[in-house]
Structure formats: C-alpha cells, structure tokens
C-alpha cells in the first residue's frame, strides 16, 4: 500500500515536472516559431498561420524532449524537497533513501505513460496537419496535399501523384491536360515516375486521349516527361520521419526497400521512438545522485545546470549517432540504444555510491 510520504513524494516530482514542462514548452514555441519567419510572406503563409503551425507542433516537441523533461522535473523536485529539508526529515524518520528512488522511479513511470499517449497518439498527426496546412499556404495553389496524395496545377495541366517517394521519385502518377475552353484532352497514368539524366521520365504509363466521337489508348514502357514544373513542390508530399506514427514508420521503411531506396532514417526514428521512454527512464537514474550524491551539498541552481548539461549530452550523442547511422549505414537498434546504454551505466554507478540504506 502505498504511504503517505510516498505519495507526497510523487506529487512534488509531477508537479516540478509541469513547471519544467511550462518552461520548455514556452521555450520550444518560441524558437519554433521564430524558425518558421524566414517563410513569411511565402504565398499565403503570414504570422497567424506560423503561430497556428508552432501550436501544432508542441506535443510533438514534448514527446521530443520529454527524456529532458523528467530529467529536470526530478531535479527540481527532489532539490526543493532537500532545500526545505524534507528529505532529512524523510531520511531521519526512517524513510531510507532505496525508498525515495522507489517514490520518484514511479511517479516518474506514471508520467512517461502519459507523455508516450499524447507523443505516440497526438503529436505525430498534429504536426503532419500542421506540415500540410504550412505547404498549401506556401504553394497558393500550385500544390494542394491531401490524404490521397499531392494535386499539382501546371499550366492547363493537373497533376495528381499518390505517393512522393523521394525527390528523384514519385509513384501513381495522372495527368489531366485541358484545352482553352477547360475540355479534357488526354490523360496520362504512370505507375511511376524517375528523375533520369536530367529529365523525368514515366514507367509503365497509359496515355489516353479524347477525341469528339472515341477514345484511343496506348501504352508505353517508358516516357518522357515535357511538362516543366517547380520540384521544390515536392516537398509538400513528402513526410518527415518525426510526423509518423510507428507503424507508419514501419510501413514506410518496407516502402523505401521495396523501391530500392535507402530506409535507414526511418527505421532509425522508429527505434529511437521504441527506446524513448526507456531513456527517460535513464534520466531519473541520473536525476536522482544529482540531489542525493555528489551534488548534495551544490546549491539548486549549480543542480539544474548540470542536468540541462547531462540531458543535452544526451541528445547532441543520439542526434549524432543518427547521422553515424545514416551515413555508414549502423544498425538502427545498435545506434539508438547506444546512448541509453552508456547514459544508464553512468546513472547506474551514480545511484550505487549515492544508495543509503
């Protein structure tokens, strides 16, 4: 049954935890945001749209930085209890220090329940909105993405492509082309589309045109592209790996080696995001010889600046381990959980020379 000191524990943690999320949270929305005004001014897209766009994106930053997130909360909480002299109180009453940890690692499990809920089931569907809100106010038009895929208007030309595969592929590609007086002249379907020597060419397409009184079709094994259009586009059917859901990562890895393309970043995202709450479990362990070991006596301030200190060691190492991964091609699983690994050893041996009993 859990104690009343338990209890008080695990709410001082959650709620030094909502006060360093407050923080990062305002933090996050402002940097955001002051990322998204180099594109002010593009198209449609004005300041009530980039702040829309920020908004959008915050669960997806909490989820992100939530390993930080706990560090900090932990920190915070367990240094006010120590300020106050509580955990003295707690220590000398006969509430070892085995069970304070015990106190904080729950409270700190509840929380990371939570934050996967809302990054794994929100955040990544919140910031694919807001991308695709963002590019068809960029486009004015030109572009329009939709569940379906990306619409393209070139010329008397419209263009409808189901999947963009990378910038030198796309995949189910219509054309309708008009004439003058807005009647359908022919259609061109291609099951794919290759950017090759310079020019985009068509696979296995069916051209088909109208005629006043028939249609006539035929088919080609290749055809070249003659339409010219902007493949900056592009970008507006593309999704970033971090605007996935899991199973939409794995879907989308078989995709790419399917088509012979690299799947590395996505399969990287997808273990990073499997190991997520396992490292900010890592960081409790950290958290926690902050305030109870070595830091003991360091006032609050000296504390929280060695647990931002910690924390973005932790992501500069995962952040370069991502792009070791990509370009020499590490296991995706060896590359995401190395950092755990090495952070959770750290915080083993600092736990152990800080554990009273």
Request: glycine fraction near 8%; aromatic fraction near 12%.
């Amino acid at each position: 049954m859990i104690g009343i000191l338990e209890k008080y524990l695990a709410r001082t943690i959650v709620a030094a935890t909502l006060v360093s999320g407050a923080v990062i949270v305002a933090v996050s929305f402002v940097m955001t945001l002051l990322g998204e005004f180099k594109s002010l001014g593009h198209g449609d897209y004005g300041f009530t749209s980039a702040v829309f766009y920020s908004l959008l994106h915050l669960p997806n930053e909490i989820y992100q930085f939530s390993p930080l997130l706990l560090l900090l909360g932990s920190i915070l909480g367990l240094s006010l209890l120590s300020s106050h002299r509580e955990l003295a109180v707690m220590q000398t009453s006969g509430f070892s220090t085995r069970k304070i940890m015990i106190s904080v690692v729950g409270a700190a499990i509840l929380m990371i329940f939570f934050i996967t809920l809302i990054g794994e089931l929100v955040g990544p569907s919140l910031s694919h909105r807001a991308g695709i809100h963002k590019e068809n106010l960029e486009n004015a038009g030109q572009a329009v993405v939709t569940t379906s895929g990306v619409w393209l208007h070139v010329e008397d030309n419209f263009v409808h492509i189901e999947h963009v595969v990378g910038k030198h592929m796309l995949e189910g590609v219509t054309r309708y082309q008009f004439d003058q007086e807005h009647r359908l002249q022919e259609a061109i379907y291609a099951k794919a589309m290759t950017y090759e020597h310079n020019q985009w060419v068509m696979h296995d397409a069916v051209k088909t045109v109208f005629l006043t009184d028939r249609t006539m079709s035929r088919s080609y094994p290749e055809l070249a592209w003659d339409l010219p259009f902007n493949t900056q586009i592009l970008g507006a059917g593309s999704e970033d790996p971090d605007e996935m859901t899991l199973g939409g990562l794995i879907k989308y890895s078989r995709y790419l080696e399917k088509n012979g393309l690299r799947s590395t970043q996505y399969r990287y995202e997808f273990w990073e995001r499997v190991f997520t709450p396992l490292a900010s479990l890592v960081m409790i362990f950290i958290a926690i010889p902050f305030v109870l070991g070595a830091f003991r006596q360091s006032a609050m301030g000296l504390r929280l600046m060695a647990g931002v200190i910690a924390g973005f060691a932790f992501f500069i190492l995962n952040a370069f381990l991502g792009q070791l991964c990509i370009v020499y091609q590490i296991p995706p699983p060896l590359a995401a959980l190395f950092p755990i690994m090495l952070f959770g050893l750290l915080g083993f041996f600092m736990t152990k020379n800080s554990l009273v009993t």
